[in-house]
């Protein structure tokens, strides 16, 4: 019998030893400015328009620049379809950079839609996103007057959960507390080595201003799998920081 019980235990810890072995860490610490703007058209119609300042090092170098569009169509008061764009331009930072030939841009369509459960005090979202991202590959030794030579098609699936509850509130203006965590699954035939692609855990206070305007910020955590091997290892960040928002409905 304990045989039968030791024989198990052995093969997962052979097996979680393997898998450590296969990978390679990279720490980095980064801070997220951002900004989330609504422009309310009619009952049904808005417009969005974000940006993502986002820093390696503190504040000191480059992680990338997030620039999203979009528009959207609220199906009634508690779900909201949403079309975008998206600019990004990512940097080569870390031990292992993702840009190992130099920064490059992306082009990403997406497509999503969300559902808010108000539930007392609570106030729970599920937000469910489809990427379509066009990815530059750098031509090597072009890091000074950067040359793509070619564009890589990839799909990418998100969900995010996000709890939010209430502390505080008198009028317009609330205090709250939230968690969200999204997880990143990619798709298509130029994914590389990995399925599952990153996730991001958030722990967060915010405080409504009024009805324009809120701001929020706390902890980031996120866990990203490159899509390359180096030495037959995967190389898993490690990244960890602070977040800082501003929502604005107009």
């Known amino acids: 019998m304990k045989k039968k019980i030791l024989f198990p235990f052995f093969i997962l810890c052979y097996f979680n030893v393997v898998a450590q072995n296969d990978r390679v860490n990279d720490y980095n610490y980064l801070n997220w400015v951002q900004t989330f703007n609504t422009v ?13 300042w986002r ?4 504040l000191k170098n480059w992680q990338q620049s997030l620039l999203r569009i979009g528009a959207n169509y609220k199906i009634n008061d508690n779900v909201t379809a949403h079309l975008g764009y998206g600019w990004i331009e990512t940097f080569s930072y870390g031990d292992f950079p993702i840009a190992n030939n130099g920064t490059f841009p992306e082009h990403r369509i997406y497509e999503q839609i969300s559902f808010r459960q108000p539930v007392n005090k609570f106030l729970f ?9 066009w990815l530059g590959r750098v031509k ?6 950067r040359e793509i030579e070619d564009w890589f098609f990839l799909h990418r699936f998100r969900y995010q959960f996000r709890m939010q509850r209430s502390m505080w509130a ?7 507390a939230a968690a969200a965590d ?4 990619g798709a298509g035939k130029n994914l590389g080595v990995n399925i599952f692609d990153q ?10 201003l009024n009805k324009n305007l809120s701001i929020e910020g706390g902890y980031m955590n996120q866990t990203l799998q490159q899509g390359r091997r180096i030495n037959n290892q995967s190389i898993m960040q490690r990244n960890n920081g602070w977040v800082f928002s501003t929502i604005i409905n107009l």
């Open 170 to 176: 008198k009028n317009d203006k609330q205090l709250y």
């Open 199 to 208: 996730n991001r855990i958030f722990l967060l206070l915010g405080y409504k």
């Open 125 to 133: 979202t599920h937000r469910f996103r489809i990427e379509q991202r």
């Open 55 to 58: 820093r390696d090092e503190g």
């Open 182 to 185: 999204e997880i990143f699954i």
């Open 40 to 52: 309310l058209l009619n009952k049904k119609w808005s417009l969005h328009l974000e940006y993502q």
């Open 140 to 145: 090597a030794g072009t890091v000074g007057n």
